[in-house]
T-cell receptor, first 112, second 107 residues
Framework: DAEITQSPRHKITETGRQVTLACHQT?????MFWYRQDLGHGLRLIHY???????NKGEVSDGYSVSRSNTEDLPLTLESAASSQTSVYFC???????????FGPGTRLTVL | KNEVEQSPQNLTAQEGEFITINCSYS?????LHWLQQHPGGGIVSLFM???GKKKHGRLIATINIQEKHSSLHITASHPRDSAVYIC?????????FGSGTKLNVKP
């Protein structure tokens, strides 16, 4: 069965370190998204991609970067982790601009 | 100012009750989504709407484009419906999410 996975599921890191969160989908979807979820803010869009080599900034992109070298993967990199980036991160994919999004299980990141 | 507002923020119901969760938005939209997030954290898409009404089992979603309002109804609620329900709107290349409605259905 097609699926979307995230790794690691839990990560603890220190301020200033570079961290990469992986997202892999086997739906063959063109569209992939990264969100963060914090109490009091709901889901907020970090970056998104509509295809290979395409990346776009979302609402809260500062301090994050993504690259899309193939259809299946959209890794999210925190260049220099900050405590404000402690959050739960969700990856999602869809096969069309307004179509249903399929969400990964989430990664809980703690920056100490 | 939030582009998507949900009400209520918290809702407690007895098993069997009819439940309504409301979503109002202030931007033009291509589509509106209802999502369900269970206590374990996983997020599932329930509905995608651009007009009218959709039904899936005991869940019904409606949207009024002119009034910029959508409702999610749950008939014959059950404790397994306990979750956070999130309204999200898609405005061309932008996505806006409500802060969610936490539903607790008591047996």
């Amino acid at each position: 069965d097609a699926e979307i996975t995230q790794s690691p599921r839990h990560k603890i890191t220190e301020t200033g370190r570079q961290v990469t969160l992986a997202c892999h989908q086997t739906w063959n979807h063109n569209n992939m998204f990264w969100y963060r979820q914090d109490l009091g803010h709901g889901l907020r869009l970090i970056h998104y991609s509509y295809g290979v080599q395409d990346t776009n900034k979302g609402e809260v992109s500062d301090g994050y970067s993504v690259s899309r070298s193939n259809t299946e993967d959209l890794p999210l990199t925190l260049e220099s982790a900050a405590s404000s980036q402690t959050s739960v991160y969700f990856c999602a994919s869809s096969d069309g601009g307004v179509n249903e999004q399929f969400f990964g299980p989430g990664t809980r990141l703690t920056v100490l | 100012k939030n582009e998507v507002e949900q009400s209520p923020q918290n809702l407690t119901a007895q098993e069997g009750e009819f439940i309504t969760i409301n979503c109002s938005y202030s931007v033009g939209i291509s589509a509106l989504h209802w999502l369900q997030q269970h206590p374990g954290g996983g997020i599932v898409s329930l509905f995608m709407l651009s007009s009218g009404k959709k039904k899936h089992g005991r869940l019904i979603a409606t949207i009024n484009i002119q009034e910029k309002h959508s409702s999610l109804h749950i008939t014959a609620s059950h404790p397994r419906d306990s979750a956070v329900y999130i309204c999200a709107v898609h405005n061309f290349n932008k996505f806006y999410f409500g802060s969610g409605t936490k539903l607790n259905v008591k047996p």
